[in-house]
């Protein structure tokens, strides 16, 4: 790339000025107050630096600058991309008018400053005591690493991708592994919870049954008094009445046939109310209030419904 020609209007103190560079150029000398800041001022705003109204000339209306450039071939996809026309020369213009408002083109097309700026990136690095160097840029930075180092950028994109996509396999299978252990340690708990109650084939109904008999065995023991009381009662009770009808029947069978069928039926009534007697009997002497085991229950029947309500299943 080399800077063929520049030329300045009403730019701080030069009214017109139209410069050819030949081939070749390569340095630019003179004395102090020789106008070399003025050319590289204006070189700089032709590539998009900061501009203001004091640039420009006194009396006139806008300062003008243009730089015609050799294309070099990096820039004809960015031209392309930007929307340019790629000619044999890069024309680039920059106007400022007394308001400090500024206007620029590329190749004779509207512009913007950011746009000069990127072409100004790719074409010329201004090195000064207070310029603006292309070394204090990321991109060129960058740029320049990845040119000593030899790396494709395409290449280097595939191996991030492939970096980053190994890295989201390796963290979902920790976090898969996070989840197991974590569904583990919930299952241990529960076969926990499960063996610490230890239930035993057909408890619950068992619990049920006894713990409904324990929490009315005062009604029940009564209920059972009453009937042997009915039964067997001191002051003539059901099996006694039932002995003397049947011993009234039988001493008059010889009298009266009728009888003997009508005993038979007392004989068996009698019998089974015997039996009914011997069985209240036996029930109650096996029958107590127990409330120790009452308690029992209640608290194993308790460690039951706490773990059915936990899983939400039915106590079976």
Do not use: C
Request: charged share 25%; hydrophobic share 45%.
């Amino acid at each position: 790339m080399s800077l063929k020609r520049i030329v300045l209007r009403d730019f701080v103190i030069v009214r017109e000025l139209e410069l050819e560079l030949s081939s070749g150029f390569s340095v630019l000398t003179g004395e102090t107050g020789a106008g070399k800041s003025i050319l590289v001022d204006a070189l700089q705003l032709a590539l998009g630096a900061r501009a203001d109204a004091g640039v420009v000339r006194e009396g006139a209306a806008k300062a003008d600058i243009s730089a015609e450039f050799d294309l070099p071939a990096s820039l004809l996809a960015w031209l392309e991309e930007a929307g340019f026309e790629s000619q044999d020369a890069l024309l680039l213009r920059r106007s400022i008018d007394t308001q400090g408002k500024s206007r620029a083109w590329i190749n004779g097309a509207p512009a913007t400053a950011t746009q000069l700026r990127e072409v100004g990136d790719q074409l010329v690095d201004i090195h000064g005591q207070h310029a603006w160097q292309s070394l204090t840029r990321p991109d060129s930075v960058r740029s320049l690493l990845d040119a000593y180092a030899g790396a494709s950028t395409q290449r280097l994109q595939q191996l991030w991708q492939a970096w980053r996509a190994a890295q989201k396999t390796l963290q979902d299978a920790r976090s898969a592994q996070d989840s197991l252990q974590r569904e583990r340690e919930r299952l241990a708990w529960q076969i926990g919870e499960v063996d610490k109650l230890a239930p035993g084939e057909n408890e619950w109904d068992e619990l049920n049954t006894n713990h409904t008999r324990l929490s009315n065995a005062q009604g029940l023991l009564q209920a059972a008094q009453l009937a042997l009381d009915a039964l067997e009662g001191e002051e003539g009770g059901a099996t006694s009445r039932l002995a003397q009808a049947l011993s009234a029947l039988q001493a008059q069978e010889h009298v009266e046939p009728e009888f003997a069928s009508l005993a038979a039926v007392l004989a068996s009534s009698l019998a089974q109310a015997e039996d009914a007697a011997h069985s209240l009997g036996a029930y109650l002497r096996k029958t107590d209030l127990d409330p120790a085991r009452l308690a029992q229950l209640d608290e194993r029947m308790s460690l039951w419904m706490s773990l059915s309500r936990r899983y939400k299943r039915a106590p079976v």
